[in-house]
């Protein structure tokens, strides 16, 4: 399933790329969603390209999931993240693994600039629900969880850019 949603920031490309081309932010902003530090596995920076990839966890209790999900995935959802930036693009694209479900999610963004001193951030999703009949009721189901946590995960993140501003 693929949708399209963009976020607008208070802060202008350059502030947003600093932040997200810095691991402390990635292992920040997890911690203060989920009330525990992430696990690091990879990270990797260049001039011009930055990736990383975090373990961490939903609680699932929050989440809006279909039944048969939540019944698989118990009440505590562990992530694999990988976020990657090519900074001379101001494009990246985020890969989500969800343990213990046969769901992949894939989110290629894009950062321009929204008036003075702000951007929009856009995100094209595609989820990918590997479930023979039942994947496309599946991707819808998921798409309203993944979109709500996503503005969740956004909004922080617009708060904690401004410790990169300036």
């Known amino acids: 399933m693929k949708f399209e949603e963009t976020f607008d920031f208070d802060h202008d490309v350059d502030v947003l790329l600093r932040m997200f081309t810095n691991e402390a932010y990635y292992m920040d902003k997890y911690e203060q969603l989920a ?3 992430p696990e690091l596995l990879d990270s990797d920076k260049t001039e011009n390209e930055f990736s990383i990839t ?3 966890a939903l609680d699932a209790t929050k989440l809006s999931f279909p039944d048969m999900l939540k019944k698989r995935m118990g009440d505590r959802i562990l992530l694999r993240q990988t976020d990657r930036w090519v900074v001379d693009q101001a494009a990246g694209r985020i890969e989500i693994d969800i343990e213990k479900a046969p769901v992949d999610i894939a989110i ?3 950062l321009a600039e ?3 001193g702000k951007s929009r951030l856009t995100l094209l999703f595609d989820i990918d629900a590997k479930v023979p ?3 496309s009721k599946i991707e819808k189901a998921i798409a ?3 979109t709500t946590r996503t503005r ?3 909004a922080l993140s617009n708060e904690i850019a401004a410790n990169y501003a300036g």
């Open 152 to 154: 969740k995960d956004l």
């Open 114 to 116: 929204n008036g003075p």
């Open 54 to 56: 975090v373990r961490h």
């Open 35 to 37: 009330g525990r530090r």
């Open 108 to 110: 290629d963004l894009k």
């Open 133 to 135: 009949l039942l994947g």
């Open 144 to 146: 309203g969880p993944i």
